[in-house]
């Protein structure tokens, strides 16, 4: 706060945070608490890999098959989305 370079700026901060409150407050209105519960698990899934750069859709499609194939319980921090394109092949230019 002593160096008068850094911007106190925290629109940043607060513009990605904004989706999560927005949905934090829907979630109120889910009809169950366990349906609250499993979309606020969803839309923490979809905001780690959105802060990951991992597309939600082809991450939960993998991740979901790999569990359905096998994939073993004591590895499942390689499904984390911050792990979920260092442990896949990249894919091609084109596919989202």
């Not at 890999?49 to 073993?72: F, M, Q, R, T, W």
Request: some cysteine.
């Amino acid at each position: 706060l002593e160096d008068g370079r850094l911007e106190l700026d925290t629109n940043p901060v607060e513009n990605a945070i904004r989706p999560v409150a927005l949905t934090r407050k829907n979630a109120l209105f889910a009809g169950h608490e366990i349906g609250a519960e499993n979309w606020a698990l969803l839309a923490s899934i979809v905001a780690t890999c959105k802060l990951s750069d991992v597309n939600p859709v082809a991450y939960l499609a993998e991740i979901l098959e790999a569990i359905l194939n096998g994939h073993p319980q004591s590895r499942v921090e390689d499904l984390m989305p911050w792990n979920f394109r260092k442990a896949s092949s990249p894919k091609p230019k084109g596919i989202a």
